[in-house]
């Protein structure tokens, strides 16, 4: 048979993690295969079509800033922009757009396609071939055996996955799409952790049928916001509202008066469900006296009129869903065109695998996306991009590679998780992250695109105008800081003009930059004409001016902290000889087996006493 049946990487799973673990993989030129379910599938977004958000567009353009696709899928594909907490300071700025879900998916697909080393195979992937410890292939449904240096299995909410609908419920990897139940059986025999999550989904409604105008209209932010650091307001399509309608008193009722009948509170349900996206059913319980909450009415796309309910995900029969969605305002005679469902699926434990996202007990086999317990596209891509460079690097026989705590969102994402593991599906927050002020989404690039240039994942183009612009930021600072303005001259009186207050002294334009009530645009051009410089990079201009001081406190910090990042344990490291060791530290030591110091001394529980028995016996060992 004439068929490739080696390649260096085989990914399992067409969708948010798969896609980016076998773009990177590929990008960083190894023979790479994307073994899925479904071609027609990849890059589909299981639940709502939206890309961003508080913490998630931070990931997005960290998976940019090295290649990735998500971004530039976003720009080709949103029709809502908008920058929330605009007001806040630039760590928790966050970028968000609803997507059209047929050209996100269509955006997705083409880049897969296009890109050279990357080969697509549709079928599912029902075993793994291991020999020893290591894996070295799949076999697919229909017996086809491939092999592979290195899998990377990204198989989302696929596994063991069963659907719910009141109190019936069927097997399924999400609607309409089957599970994964041979692979989940066969991962069931091998020493992970397993345990089942569970996350939900609110019915679709025919557009056609609902009242706007009794709903307070959304539209996006002008000027329009851009998600990829690649990208242009020319590439998004035509811009639409989203909605805002509320839940009532009369919803609240119906609701209450079903939950015996929901899966979840009879018991059906083992799954934890995700704490910060609950269902109705939830919200109702667990906010009892709150007589309302906020339904966001999103459209699915430009060539449908199925619109998105966000905030009313639940599981109950569909008799009630039809009930209670008609409560809504500017529902009232609306037609439901897919119910809702919650799903539990299985996912493994977390802190069984490394900061390479490779399984300790399975060599070459990385795990990436839902199945290590988190739940969003974004997670998902930034874990894929992650998990597919490795396996990459390992058919290059090169050193393993993750961004640390301080360097990146997809460094704090896959910390927090080997090292605390998840009960709950993890979603990624500003708040998880110790140095905000420097894993803003606006630098993403600065922190990573040279790094992602270095591992093969960055191409010319991107890397000319990451450089052209870091060029640029480096020559405007450089100009406001050797632009002296002297009191009691013109451009002093102009100075003092618009800052609203008189120059004491010579100052740089640098310094006035710095003042609370300054920005870019009042001071550039004070004296001397201002170059004429993209947005994307005065923002940066402006941002070292005025974040100057706490930036360089959290870079001394970090400074500090590197030295603990770079003492190594090693795997073999015997917990049981260490004297002086709660059983309590120990076990959790043993459980997480983390990989440095530093990793060891954010375990909850391990205190700096156990930290320096640690490194008392490693001086020992040395
Ligand atoms: P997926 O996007 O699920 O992709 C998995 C891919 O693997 C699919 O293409 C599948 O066909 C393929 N696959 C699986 N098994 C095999 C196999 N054996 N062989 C070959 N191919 C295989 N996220 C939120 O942030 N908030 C929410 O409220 C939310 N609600 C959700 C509700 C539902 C009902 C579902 C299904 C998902 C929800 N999500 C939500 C999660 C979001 O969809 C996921 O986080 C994201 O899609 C995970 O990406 P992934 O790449 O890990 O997996």
């Known amino acids: 048979m004439d068929f490739p049946t080696r390649f260096d990487v085989i990914v399992i799973g067409g969708g948010h993690a798969g896609t980016e673990a076998a773009l990177a993989a590929a990008r960083m030129g190894v023979k790479t295969l994307l073994l899925t379910h479904n071609t027609e599938t990849i890059g589909v977004m299981s639940c709502n079509p939206a890309i961003g958000g508080i913490g998630k567009s931070h990931l997005v353009k960290e998976i940019d800033a090295l290649g990735g696709a998500m971004a530039r899928a976003t720009d080709k594909a949103g029709i809502q922009f908008r920058t929330l907490n605009s007001r806040?300071?630039?760590?928790?700025?966050?970028?968000?757009?609803?997507?059209?879900?047929?050209?996100?998916?269509?955006?997705?697909?083409?880049?897969?396609?296009?890109?050279?080393?990357?080969?697509?195979?549709q079928q599912a992937a029902d075993d793994l071939i291991i020999q020893g410890d290591k894996v070295t292939g799949v076999v697919t449904q229909t017996g086809i055996r491939i092999h592979a240096t290195t899998v990377v299995l990204t198989a989302g909410t696929f596994l063991g996955g069963k659907i719910h609908v009141g109190m019936e419920n069927y097997s399924g990897g999400r609607a309409g799409d089957p599970p994964a139940i041979a692979l989940s059986q066969r991962l069931r025999e091998l020493p992970f952790r397993v345990d089942r999550l569970k996350t939900g989904t609110p019915a679709r409604i025919d557009g056609r049928t609902v009242d706007y105008s009794v709903m307070q209209a959304q539209p996006g932010d002008t000027p329009l916001p851009v998600m990829s650091f690649m990208g242009s307001v020319d590439e998004h399509p035509q811009q639409v509202n989203c909605y805002i309608t509320h839940t009532s008193e009369q919803t609240h009722d119906i609701i209450r008066a079903n939950l015996d009948r929901s899966?979840?509170?009879?018991?059906?349900?083992?799954?934890?469900?995700?704490?910060y996206c609950p269902s109705i059913e939830d919200k109702i319980v667990r906010f009892a006296d709150k007589t309302s909450h906020q339904v966001f009415v999103e459209p699915e796309g430009l060539s449908t009129f199925e619109l998105y309910p966000n905030g009313i995900?639940?599981?109950?029969?569909?008799?009630v869903q039809v009930d209670f969605i008609r409560t809504l305002k500017g529902f009232e005679n609306c037609h439901i065109t897919r119910p809702g469902y919650a799903i539990e699926y299985d996912f493994f434990n977390p802190q069984d695998l490394r900061h390479s996202l490779e399984t300790k007990f399975i060599q070459n086999l990385f795990f990436a996306g839902q199945i290590n317990g988190t739940t969003g596209y974004e997670e998902a891509g930034a874990q894929g991009l992650l998990a597919g460079v490795n396996a990459a690097l390992r058919v290059q026989e090169k050193d393993?590679?993750?961004p640390r705590r301080d360097e990146a969102y997809l460094g704090v994402l896959v910390d927090d998780l080997i090292t605390m593991g998840t009960k709950e599906p993890y979603r990624m927050f500003t708040s998880r992250a110790e140095y905000r002020l420097l894993l803003r989404e606006d630098n993403a690039d600065a922190r990573l695109t040279e790094k992602g240039r270095e591992l093969g994942l960055v191409d010319d183009i991107r890397w000319a105008a990451f450089c052209t612009k870091m060029e640029a930021i480096e020559q405007e600072k450089n100009r406001l800081t050797s632009t002296w303005i002297?009191?009691?001259?013109?451009?002093?009186?102009?100075?003092?003009k618009v800052l609203d207050q008189p120059l004491t002294h010579e100052y740089s334009l640098m310094d006035l930059l710095k003042r609370p009530n300054a920005n870019y645009a009042m001071i550039a051009g004070l004296k001397g004409e201002a170059p004429e410089l993209p947005e994307q990079v005065t923002e940066q201009v402006e941002i070292a001016a005025k974040y100057d001081g706490y930036i360089k406190r959290q870079e001394q910090e970090i400074a500090a902290l590197r030295r603990q990042e770079n003492t190594r344990l090693p795997d073999n490291f015997d917990y049981d000889t260490i004297s002086g060791l709660s059983n309590e530290v120990r076990q959790k030591l043993k459980e997480v087996r983390p990989e440095t110091i530093a990793q060891a001394g954010r375990i909850q529980g391990v205190t700096p006493a156990a930290v320096s028995l640690l490194l008392i016996q490693l001086k020992k060992m040395a």
């Not at 899966?263 to 995700?274: D, F, K, L, R, S």
């Not at 995900?313 to 008799?319: G, V």
């Not at 002297?486 to 003092?496: L, N, Y």
């Open 313 to 319: 995900s639940t599981s109950l029969p569909f008799d």
């Open 88 to 121: 806040k300071g630039p760590a928790v700025r966050a970028t968000r757009a609803q997507a059209d879900r047929a050209l996100y998916r269509a955006a997705i697909r083409e880049i897969v396609e296009h890109q050279p080393g990357l080969s697509i195979f």
């Open 486 to 496: 002297q009191p009691g001259t013109a451009a002093g009186d102009q100075a003092a």
């Open 400 to 402: 393993a590679w993750a």
């Open 263 to 275: 899966p979840m509170y009879a018991g059906v349900i083992e799954g934890i469900g995700p704490r």
